[in-house]
Nanobody, 129 residues
Framework: QVQLKESGGGSVQAGGSLRLSCVASGNPARSSCMAWFRQPPGNEREAVAVIDRDGSTNYAGSVKGRFTISKDNAKNTLYLEMNGLKPEDSAMYYC???????????????????????WGQGTQVTVSA
């Protein structure tokens, strides 16, 4: 079965950048939907960005224009490039995987309506003011 392993988290000052990676092992499907979620301390997990099998993407409003999701199918790796980080971006970041592709809403991959079957253990991002 597919397993996910995140890396790249760390501590940065506001305005800084980080690049998160998520390696999928166990023969992930090319048709998959993959996403990044985050969970700040004491808060619920929220979707950050999603990328579908064809490379189409969708972002939460709070990160649009600052974060970029991408994937390298040859390396089975999902990325999240985070620029202009803010203290409110501090959270545990998780990658998620669904082998059947993203649920589409008005032709765009939905951030929240996909039934993700696999989750990573998370990588911590801390942004100081």
């Amino acid at each position: 079965q597919v397993q996910l392993k995140e890396s790249g988290g760390g501590s940065v000052q506001a305005g800084g950048s980080l690049r998160l990676s998520c390696v999928a092992s166990g023969n992930p499907a090319r048709s998959s939907c993959m996403a990044w979620f985050r969970q700040p301390p004491g808060n619920e997990r929220e979707a950050v960005a999603v990328i579908d099998r064809d490379g189409s993407t969708n972002y939460a409003g709070s990160v649009k224009g600052r974060f970029t999701i991408s994937k390298d199918n040859a390396k089975n790796t999902l990325y999240l490039e985070m620029n202009g980080l803010k203290p409110e971006d501090s959270a545990m970041y998780y990658c998620a995987y669904d082998p059947w592709g993203c649920t589409l809403i008005n032709g765009s991959p939905s951030l929240v309506n996909t039934d993700y079957r696999r989750w990573g253990q998370g990588t911590q991002v801390t942004v100081s003011a």
